[in-house]
């Protein structure tokens, strides 16, 4: 009964996240109904000390990078260079290409080491610019969003920064370039395939003569073709957001070392010590000082084009901010509720007797990060479980534990992407489309990026490359 009440609040949720409902509203209810049914007294107990105590520790930590995100996304559009950027792409590679152009700069953004969900805000304005001009149908946006951001960059190429391809080096002693030649191989699995569903998708749809669509919301205002800045200035902010976060991310520690304390001789007001673990922090503050550098860039070399809108501008983007990062943080309050059920440990068990060492890591990590919709989350619940489960199949198997660390991070962003996952919901959000519209596509991706773990634990069998 305890696993058929986890089930029933994941379909529930899946359901009111597909149907248009504010997840916001719906995943407190969808947790706490489960809840009701576990056990009816612990219900006000766990709406305040585990779902709320979760959803506050994400807008506490991510927030900052929603906000500056959306502001960079913002003014990029408002100074002309996301235009800039698609004029130059349709010059030089052509229109009939547009889905290869915009995963190309997702995969460059991400794997220089910034944040999925602030590529969305970055890219999405000269993303919309591309299909306009190509009469591409709006709605097939997502998917190539998904595929360039969400896939490859975030945990199969070896030495991508993201955390999904860190986490499992805690509990492997690996690095994050761990299996190199199984990374790339997924990868260039998941960019073919990803890329000619893509374009049939697209051929498909420009065949019925649909176009770019009409009645479209949260649409970027457009600039005179005439008023265009140079393409090379316009590319230079995304540049600058990539190099500065990956320079942050090692000057930090050095700057603070492993935690930093402010006393009271330093500001006279505070009571007691507070104390910064910093090795947790550098990722977040390295992306908030890029973005930071990236936004004064565009408005200081674009001034005239962005000063007069900035105010109205500025004021969508910290709505939309607002929007996606509470979505995104009460999905991670309801996986919180989730992991804590019993019923949640009825499914990490039964995956344990999977015999394989490696289909029992794929599978488990990506079971669980499609209950919790989130990969991180999943991938560190399953991990904090069963790594020793893992690491002794593995080690029973000969299997070297950087063929693990590879196979469990792909997994992780797999499966994730159900649809009450944080960054597809703010995929949609920000693109003004809604599940019914453009899931498709990003269920595509996933099934593509699912099917890419497989393959690369049967190339590892067959070839012994790691």
Not at 181 to 208: C, N
Not at 445 to 463: D, G, N, P
């Amino acid at each position: 009964m305890s696993f058929v009440i986890v089930l029933a609040a994941l379909a529930f949720l899946m359901f009111a996240a597909y149907r248009g409902y504010s997840v916001i509203l719906f995943a407190p209810i969808a947790a706490l109904a489960a809840v009701l049914l576990t056990e009816p007294a612990a219900v006000a107990p766990v709406f305040t000390g585990i779902f709320m105590d979760k959803m506050v520790g994400f807008v506490k930590l991510y927030f900052p990078v929603f906000l500056l995100g959306a502001v960079f996304g913002k003014v990029i559009e408002l100074s002309g260079f996301s235009e800039s950027i698609v004029a130059a792409a349709i010059r030089y590679i052509g229109r009939s290409r547009a889905n290869a152009v915009i995963v190309a700069v997702c995969a460059l953004l991400t794997y220089g080491g910034v944040s999925l969900f602030v590529v969305v805000f970055a890219v999405y304005p000269f993303a919309a610019e591309l299909y306009r001009q190509s009469n591409i149908p709006k709605r097939l946006m997502p998917g190539a969003i998904a595929l360039g951001a969400f896939s490859f960059t975030m945990d199969s190429l070896p030495g991508t920064p993201q955390i999904q391809n860190i986490i499992p080096t805690t509990f492997f002693k690996t690095t994050s370039w761990a299996a190199p030649t199984l990374g790339v191989i997924g990868s260039l699995f998941i960019i073919v395939v990803g890329l000619t569903y893509l374009e049939w998708r697209r051929r498909a749809a420009m065949a019925t003569g649909e176009g770019y669509g009409t009645e479209l919301v949260n649409e970027p205002e457009r600039v005179e073709s005439k008023q265009l800045p140079h393409p090379l200035l316009a590319v230079a902010p995304l540049v600058l957001v990539g190099v500065a976060n990956f320079l942050l991310t090692r000057w930090i520690p050095t700057w603070y070392g492993p935690t930093f304390t402010i006393t009271p001789e330093i500001l006279p007001g505070l009571h007691a010590p507070v104390e910064t673990t910093v090795k947790s922090l550098v990722g977040i503050w390295a992306v908030q000082g890029a973005l930071l550098l990236g936004i004064v860039m565009v408005v200081v070399t674009a001034f005239g084009r962005v000063s007069s809108r900035f105010a109205v501008g500025t004021k969508a983007a910290v709505a939309g901010a607002l929007l996606a990062s509470l979505n995104t943080a009460s999905e991670y309050g309801f996986g919180g509720v989730i992991a804590a059920l019993p019923g949640f440990l009825v499914v990490s068990d039964a995956l344990k007797s999977i015999p394989n060492p490696l289909v029992n890591a794929a599978v488990s990590v990506s079971t669980l990060a499609g209950i919790t919709g989130s990969a991180s989350g999943g991938m560190s619940i399953a991990l904090a479980a069963m790594s020793d489960v893992f690491i002794k199949g593995a080690e029973a198997a000969h299997i070297p534990l950087e063929v693990l660390h590879r196979v469990v991070a792909m997994a992780s962003g797999g499966m994730d992407t159900l649809p009450h996952n944080g960054a597809v919901i703010t995929l949609l959000a920000v693109t003004g489309l809604t599940h019914r519209q453009s899931y498709r596509d990003i269920f595509a991706v996933t099934v593509i990026k699912t099917l890419a773990v497989f393959f690369v634990i049967a190339v590892y069998y067959a070839t012994g490359l790691v």
